[in-house]
Each structure stands twice: as structure tokens, then as C-alpha cells.
């Protein structure tokens, strides 16, 4: 029986086999080892990285929340509680929610903050890490309300330019139907049949022909004043270089024209003025106790001095060192003498009318019957004949004509007295009566400076920036200075691109806060910078200061809230926009008229308790909402901050048909008035940053001061003197991780 051999040979593939299976179980073995530790290493490294960004968001959270303290007001500190504090100090984080934070506990004793903050990052990850750093804070509350740079304007209604008034209405009333003053830079010309309600003054003469001015007018000008062929004044009074008078009739409380021209001596310091007072024999000029006067000395320092803050001893004039200063480095000396060089002006030649004072260099008086209480004049005196209480002259009289005048209480004259031209004694005269000159009553001053403005530079007072993308050339808005009403955290400042209106700024749709274009489009959808920011058919917006880059129209509003139109009893309400328009060029209020409140000349729940508040406007630590109170440079309080009392503030101009504003405002260049009568509660300047001239043939403008009250006079400017109120601190004191 044969065994069965096997041969060693036989065994040979399967050796093979075996030997490639370990080796491929080795290899599998050692990528995936490899695999595994590359992997490890990243996830390690992921890790690393994100523990180093969640500390870096904890300590964002950390500096936001320090300055967020900063914005709180004394009040607000006063009032900190931790459960106050939470959903603030979360809102104040812009709405993130990598950052968490949570306020432990405020120690009101020593004033300070112990807060958590968390910051996250890598959440749902195998590399989630989180950060927590426990910070204490030292708040110290400011002394109250901060100092703004403000100033009162120089008049009702200031013009840096002449005004041609031949239309349409010129109106300024207050509430005891007095008026208030006009300050022109200019010539002032009123025809045409228009009656212009003003009182004021200008730097250059006044031309009043063929229309009229208003009962118990007040025209003052450092130039000449003529008056033709218009309605006769009524207790009209007129001051200037010169005054002529060529219609008959008008009462008059006073007509007064003549200065001399005065050279200054201090030493070896010497200068000029314009000056009123008494010529003593030698040329002293001895000025009167009340007035406002112009140096120039020889270096070309120019000094604004007031008369009543001066003394005078044998004709040596001191003043108290209060003089304002208008421009040049020069000192103006305490102590100096003026002495006559020439006369200015003093002309006063009128018709029969009626004077209460009448006092000029020579007056010459050329139609019959007049009556004047006193008369005064430092040269001749010519009329016919005529009533005067008492008569004053440095010169002679002449009776034009062969009839006497007729004196009530007593005359005195410097020289001799005339009839016809033939010498003649009329009865309470007296003639050649030496040292009975009146002098001269000077020319006023008129203050119509205007301080320039720069809209640009006045951005960061504004809560709602309108500008355009550089890039782009896309409508933007831009939001500060603004918080939520329910919780008082600031408002995401965006930028918002309004080409797509189709968003929502902190939970609000863009259309549901401002609506234009009758109601279909949010405002500035459609603005270019060619054509500017065309704010027709508002129906939605809020309160507040909005700042526009370049030209903005508002043409029609409708947002459901209406303000009072009436003064001195006439009832009215219109649809009005509550807030401050200030652009960097033209503005236009369209013939669809409407109303534009300022805040301040609104109640503050107008303007502070609507879903989204201006917070540099509105004091909220109490109930109700208030308005914000300042410093002047003085250290005097006042509420409603300066931005708040403007209604336009403008680089460009105004260029307006019938509407209602309440507030101040202040044009860089020119107005413009068509259609109806634009009135302006408070005061208006025009043309803060270059002169022009102003035309009214229609429209016309009428300002009125009926319960303005004198924080409401205040305006953005520079009169910036003192250190301003320290605001609230937040510091630091110590930190650590958790």
C-alpha cells in the first residue's frame, strides 16, 4: 500500500499568499496610525485656536462694555441697578451673540461694576471653546450736563447781504404785537407797494419808496435813510448818517441823523472813531453816556466799545477794559481823548409831519404846519412855518417864508434868525447865545456778523446720516446717537444701503420707520448725488437730527403727527416733520406745504418716547422723558441741547413755498420764497457763509417770536471759552479668567 507524499514545492503559494496579507496588514495598519495622529493634531491645534479666540471676543465684550458706561449720565449712574444692567449691557453689544454678559453685582456704595463676560466661538464643533473673564469696574458720574459751543444770533432775522423787497410779505411780531429786529449787511430797499413789518437795522442805507413799513417801526442805519412817494409811517423812529423825507404827513417818535468823525490820542497810540456827543471849543469831543462805538487804531485793530462802560474826566475817557474786540492784535488803551475831525453826515430834510425829537447836524424843513416837541440842530435850522416845543441850535434859523414860528416853551440859538433872508426876531427865541450847541446824537451801530457754519463738520450731532458710498455712489444711512425706547440700548449704527429697502434696523423694516414716495418706497431709495436726496410723500419718519450730503427735498408730510400753526389767536395745526434738517447744500421745501418742527420747540414726548428716541436730544432717567440739559460757556444751564433748537442748518440755501417751520434757522447762502407766506417761529440768518443778496417779489417770509423762549434762542456756534463738564468715567480696577 503506497502513502501519500506531499511535496515540499506544493506549499509554495501559499506562503506567498500569506506573507503579502501580513505585509498589506501592516501597511493598512500604519496609515491609519499616521491618519489618526494628523488628525489628532489638527483637532489639537483647532482647539488651541479656539481658546484663544474666545478670550479675544471676552475681552471685546470687556472694552465695549467700558465704554457704554461712559454714556450714561449722572442720573443714570445714580440709578444703576445689576438687573437693570443686563439687557443693556447685552443690547450695547451690538446685538452679538458670541458674547455673553451678566452683570453680578453694582456696589452703589463705592460705585463699582463686577461683571461676566463670556466669549465663544467654534459652537457645535468638537473644537467649541468658550472664555470667561470676570471684570470690576470703577464708575465715577459726571458733573452734570455737558458744555456745547453755542450762540444767540445777532437779530430776529439777519441778512449778510442787501435785501431788494418789492412783494409778498416781510413780517417780524412777537407776542405783545411789538416788533423785533432785522440786521442787514447791506442796503435795505423796500417799493413797490409793499409794507414790510420790521424793525432793525443795516450797514448801509435805507430806500423806502412806494409801499410803507409798519406802526411803531424802528429803522436805525449806519448809512443814509431816504423815504418817497410810500404810506405815511406812524410812530415811526428813524437814526442815521443822513435822513431825507420827501412825502408829507407821518408821525415820527423820533428822527435822528449826524456823528463826527474823531481821531483818538494815547501816547504815541492813535486811531479814528465815529462818534456822537459834545464839541468843546478846543475839539474835544465829549461822547454821550449810552451808545456803541467802532475804534479802527492805526495798526488796523478794530474794537467794538460800549459808551456806558466809560468815564469822563476834563476830556480824557476811561473804559473799564470790556470793549470786544472785532479783529487785529492791538491793545485799545484804557485811558485816551477824542478830538474833532469832520462831520458825518447829519442832513435831515423832511415835509410836514409830525416829531416827537428831531435832532441833526442841519435840518431844513420843507412843507408847512409840522410839529416837532424838540428840535435840536448842530447847524442850521430852514422851514416853514411850523410848532416846536423847544428849539436848540448851534447855527441860525431861517424862516423860509415871512411868517414866525411858533415856540410853546422856548428856543436858543448859537447864531442869528432869519425871515425870507432879512434879519428877524421871533418871539421865545433867543439868538447869539454862545455855547448852546446840542451836539450830535452819533450813528448806530448795527450788528449783523453772522459766525460761517460747516455742516460737514457738524455730522456726529446728528442721529440719521444720509450720505452716498464713495465706491458705489449708493444711497447710504448711516444711524448714531439713537436707542431703542423699550430697553434704552443703542440702535445698530449699520451702514444700511437703501438701494434694497427691504431691511430691518434692530427688528424695525426700513419702511415702517421711513416711508416715502406716498407710501411707496423707503425715503432715499432712489437718491443720487446729482440729483440729491428727494424726500417727497413722506408718510413715515422719525424724530430727530438728520444730516444729508448734498441737495435734499422735502415736498408733502404726512406722518400722522401735526403741530399748532397759530400766534396772537389764529388756530390752525398742519402735518409737520419733528426734527432738525442740516445739509452740506441746497435745501427745498416744496409748494406741497407742510410743517418742520425742531425738537426742542415740541414736547419732549414728541420727540423722546417713540419706538426708536435721539439720545443726545432726551433725558429718559425719569418719567416722563425730558430733554437734555447743557453748560454755557459761562457755567449757566440750559435745557434742550443747541442742535435741537434748529430746524434747517443748511451749507447752501433755502429755497422754500408756504411752510410753517418752528425753530431756528441758518443758511449759508441765499433764500428763496415763492407762493405763499413762509413762516419761521425763532430766528433766521442767511448767508452765514458768504454775503448775498436776497430778493422778495413773492412769498415773502414772516418770523415770528411769539413764545420763544430764550434756551430756544441758543444755536450750534463756537463760543467755546471754558473747560467743559467732565462726563462719566469707567476704568478697569481688576480682572480675571473663570
Excluded at 489639537?44 to 479675544?56: E, I, K, N, R, W
Excluded at 418742520?596 to 415740541?602: E, G, M, R, S, T
Amino acid at each position: 500500500m503506497h502513502s501519500l507524499q506531499i511535496r515540499p514545492t506544493a506549499q509554495r503559494g501559499i506562503a506567498t499568499v500569506l506573507i503579502l496579507l501580513l505585509t498589506g496588514l501592516s501597511l493598512t495598519a500604519a496609515v491609519l496610525g499616521t491618519v489618526y495622529y494628523v488628525r489628532g493634531t489638527q483637532e489639537q491645534g483647532v482647539s488651541a485656536h479656539a481658546a484663544t479666540q474666545a478670550q479675544l471676543k471676552a475681552w471685546t465684550g470687556v472694552e465695549a462694555i467700558q465704554l457704554y458706561l461712559t454714556t450714561l449720565s449722572s442720573d443714570e449712574v445714580r440709578e444703576l441697578t445689576a438687573g437693570s444692567l443686563n439687557s443693556a449691557l447685552q443690547t450695547a453689544l451690538g446685538g452679538r451673540t458670541d458674547i455673553e454678559v451678566k452683570a453680578v453685582v453694582w456696589q452703589d456704595s463705592a460705585k463699582q461694576l463686577v461683571v461676566d463676560v463670556k466669549g465663544k466661538t467654534a459652537e457645535g464643533t468638537r473644537a467649541q471653546s468658550t472664555s470667561t473673564v470676570q471684570v470690576v469696574y470703577a464708575v465715577a458720574a459726571g458733573t452734570g450736563g455737558a458744555q456745547q459751543c453755542s450762540n444767540v444770533p445777532k437779530a430776529a432775522l439777519v441778512f449778510n447781504g442787501s435785501v431788494d423787497y418789492s412783494g409778498g410779505s416781510m413780517e417780524i411780531v412777537t407776542s405783545e404785537s411789538k416788533l423785533d429786529s432785522i440786521a442787514v449787511n447791506g442796503l435795505l430797499t423796500i417799493g413797490s407797494g409793499s409794507s414790510a413789518k420790521v424793525s432793525g437795522c443795516t450797514k448801509d442805507d435805507v430806500n423806502l419808496s412806494g409801499g410803507g413799513v409798519a406802526d411803531g417801526a424802528e429803522l436805525y442805519s449806519e448809512g443814509s435813510i431816504s423815504i418817497a412817494s410810500m404810506t405815511p409811517p406812524v410812530r415811526a423812529d428813524l437814526w442815521g448818517k443822513s435822513v431825507s423825507l420827501s412825502q408829507d404827513q407821518g408821525t415820527y417818535t423820533g428822527i435822528r441823523a449826524g456823528a463826527f468823525n474823531a481821531a483818538l490820542t494815547a501816547g504815541s497810540v492813535t486811531g479814528t472813531t465815529v462818534v456822537g456827543g459834545i464839541k468843546q471849543a478846543d475839539g474835544t469831543i465829549i461822547p454821550p453816556t449810552t451808545g456803541l462805538i467802532v475804534i479802527t487804531l492805526s495798526d488796523g485793530s478794530k474794537f467794538l466799545l460800549n459808551l456806558k462802560n466809560t468815564s469822563v474826566n476834563n476830556g480824557t475817557i476811561t473804559q473799564d477794559g470790556s470793549a470786544e474786540r472785532l479783529s487785529g492784535s492791538g491793545t485799545l488803551p484804557t485811558t485816551f481823548r477824542l478830538s474833532y475831525s469832520s462831520l458825518y453826515g447829519g442832513g435831515i430834510t423832511l415835509k410836514q409831519s409830525k416829531v416827537d425829537l428831531l435832532w441833526g447836524g442841519d435840518v431844513a424843513i420843507t412843507g408847512w404846519d409840522g410839529t416837532y416837541t424838540t428840535l435840536k440842530a448842530y447847524g442850521d435850522v430852514n422851514m416853514y412855518h411850523s410848532t416846536m416845543g423847544t428849539i436848540t441850535g448851534g447855527g441860525n434859523f431861517y424862516m423860509t417864508n415871512n411868517g414866525n414860528p411858533t415856540i410853546s416853551d422856548s428856543g436858543v440859538i448859537a447864531g442869528k434868525s432869519y425871515a425870507a433872508g432879512v434879519l428877524k426876531t421871533f418871539p421865545k427865541l433867543q439868538t447869539d447865545v454862545a455855547g448852546t450847541s446840542p451836539g450830535l446824537p452819533g450813528v448806530p451801530y448795527c450788528d449783523a456778523r453772522v459766525d460761517t457754519i460747516n455742516v460737514a463738520g457738524m455730522q456726529d450731532q446728528a442721529n440719521y446720516v444720509f450720505y452716498f458710498d464713495q465706491a458705489s455712489g449708493d444711497p447710504m444711512l448711516k444711524i448714531q446717537n439713537v436707542n431703542r425706547s423699550s430697553d434704552k440700548s443703542a440702535v445698530g449704527s449699520g451702514p444700511y444701503n437703501l438701494k434694497n429697502d427691504s431691511f430691518s434696523i434692530a427688528g424695525v423694516s426700513y419702511k415702517s420707520l421711513m416711508l416715502c414716495n406716498n407710501g411707496n418706497d423707503g425715503c432715499g431709495k432712489s437718491a443720487t448725488r446729482a440729483a440729491g436726496w428727494d424726500l417727497t410723500g413722506m408718510k413715515k419718519f422719525p424724530a430727530g437730527v438728520f444730516w444729508f450730503e448734498g441737495k435734499v427735498t422735502l415736498n408733502g408730510v404726512d406722518i400722522g403727527k401735526t403741530i399748532s400753526t397759530g400766534e396772537r389767536g389764529n388756530a390752525g395745526t398742519k402735518n409737520a416733520l419733528i426734527g432738525t434738517i442740516m445739509s452740506t447744500d441746497k435745501v427745498t421745501l416744496g409748494s406741497n406745504s407742510a410743517a418742520l418742527a425742531a425738537p426742542n420747540f415740541v414736547a419732549p414726548s414728541d420727540v423722546c418716547d417713540g419706538t426708536f428716541y435721539p439720545a443726545n436730544l432726551c433725558d429718559k432717567t425719569a418719567t416722563p422723558s425730558k430733554f437734555q440739559t447743557w453748560k454755557d460757556s459761562g457755567g449757566n444751564s440750559h435745557t434742550g441741547m443747541p442742535i435741537g433748537n434748529m430746524a434747517i442748518l443748511t451749507d447752501g440755501a433755502l429755497d422754500t413755498s408756504g411752510w410753517y417751520i418752528k425753530g431756528n434757522v441758518i443758511l449759508g447762502k441765499d433764500l428763496l420764497t415763492s407762493g405763499a407766506v413762509t413762516t419761521v417761529v425763532g430766528a433766521m440768518t442767511v448767508g452765514a457763509n458768504q454775503v448775498s443778496r436776497t430778493t422778495i417779489s413773492q412769498g415773502g417770509i414772516k418770523i415770528v417770536r411769539t413764545g420763544v423762549d430764550a434756551d430756544q434762542d441758543y444755536v450750534p456756534g463756537k463760543n467755546c471759552n471754558n473747560t467743559p463738564a467732565a462726563g462719566t468715567t469707567a476704568r478697569v480696577l481688576w480682572s480675571r479668567y473663570l
